[in-house]
């Protein structure tokens, strides 16, 4: 399905699908791999840079566990996805940098505490280091007064939420013009005007390339800032990975794993896979070694000590030069 076709996309939502279909996407893992091999012999015969980026994927393949099959309740046991290979993504045209679209911006809007503006510093960082792209973070929009239009009293909590399509219509005329993205966070919850939904996280207009999400869910920053960090973090990762054209991940344990709530989030890693990193080599002309080189720096500097340990790994797994190491042996710990 190509990204334009998506339009409006919604997501990290509340899911709604019949239960159980999920399982049916893990059992139909094996046909996708061998899908997969057809379309990997195809890419590897006609383009060399794409030899090369799946002859690195394969080297880090080995870090990564399978999914494991959806408990009750969890996204994959709700929501049918066939997943997205890497031929497949390639294949469709994503959005991605080109001599027009160069920057990243990270968009705050409304009123933000100095450690909630951290959090947004520290997310424009980590995607300058995942994307390879200058992000830059542009002045905040003030949204006092919101009009009436734009705003949704909350049955669950009794506070104001707002329209996402209201956002995302601002974001879309003050976009600039060599933006492949603008993200925008915002303190506020959000609501997407969809009868039977509470809230959601995020959405985004892939046409447009502007999204917004929330940090309403993601905790006191004040009381628990790593958990809040990581989870804004895995929240940016995954949601700007939807805003370059990449679907949900079903095959491994992996940044671009849908969930459906807090806790499922909280079990998703912030890493992705050697599938999704492929795509994000290839959408970005990133080299890996030099990628995680920067990651693992920022790790370390952040404190995020399990993430510092598999982009380790992956540095060691590529070698040098990307060339095959004489063994993976780095097993990744959550
Ligand atoms: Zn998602
Ligand atoms: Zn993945």
């Given at each position: ?65 399978r ?8 996204w ?5 996805e ?14 991605r ?30 995607l ?18 919101i ?51 509470g ?7 892939l ?6 999400w929330?940090?309403f ?9 790593e ?9 940016a990762?995954?949601e ?88 993976v ?6």
């Amino acid at each position: 399905m190509s990204a334009r076709r998506w339009g409006l996309w919604v997501i990290l939502c509340l899911a709604v699908g019949g239960a159980g279909i999920g399982r049916m996407a893990i059992l139909e893992s094996a046909e996708r791999d061998a899908a997969r091999s057809v379309s990997e012999a195809y890419d590897c015969h006609h383009e060399p840079e794409l030899r090369a980026i799946r002859a690195n994927g394969d080297l880090i393949r080995p870090l990564h566990p399978r999914k494991r099959p959806g408990r009750p309740g969890d996204w994959l046991d709700e929501n049918f996805e066939p997943g997205q290979s890497f031929h497949f993504y390639h294949s469709d045209d994503p959005n991605r940098p080109n001599d027009r679209h160069t920057t990243f911006y990270i968009q705050p809007l409304a009123d933000f505490s100095p450690t909630q503006m951290r959090l947004v510093e520290t997310t424009a960082e980590l995607l300058g280091c995942w994307y390879s792209v200058p992000v830059k973070i542009l002045d905040p929009i003030r949204l006092d007064p919101i009009p009436d239009s734009a705003q949704h009293i909350s049955p669950n909590h009794g506070g104001v939420q707002l329209l996402t399509a209201y956002l995302l219509d601002r974001l879309r005329e003050r976009r600039p013009d060599d933006a492949v993205a603008v993200l925008a966070l915002t303190p506020l919850d959000l609501w997407p005007n969809k009868p039977g939904w509470g809230h959601v996280i995020g959405q985004a207009s892939l046409h447009d390339r502007v999204g917004v999400w929330s940090l309403f869910r993601m905790g006191n920053p004040e009381t628990e800032y790593e958990t809040c960090l990581r989870r804004t973090l895995k929240t940016a990762v995954h949601e700007s990975g939807h805003m370059f054209g990449i679907q949900h991940c079903v095959a491994y344990e992996c940044g671009m794993n849908g969930s459906n709530d807090k806790d499922e989030g909280d079990l998703r890693p912030l890493w992705f896979c050697a599938d999704d990193e492929m795509k994000v080599w290839w959408a970005f002309g990133a080299d890996p070694a030099r990628r995680y080189e920067q990651l693992i720096a920022f790790a370390d500097a952040h404190g995020l000590a399990p993430e510092a340990r598999v982009w380790r790994a992956s540095a060691r797994a590529l070698g040098p030069t990307g060339k095959k190491s004489a063994s993976v042996q780095f097993p990744i710990e959550n």
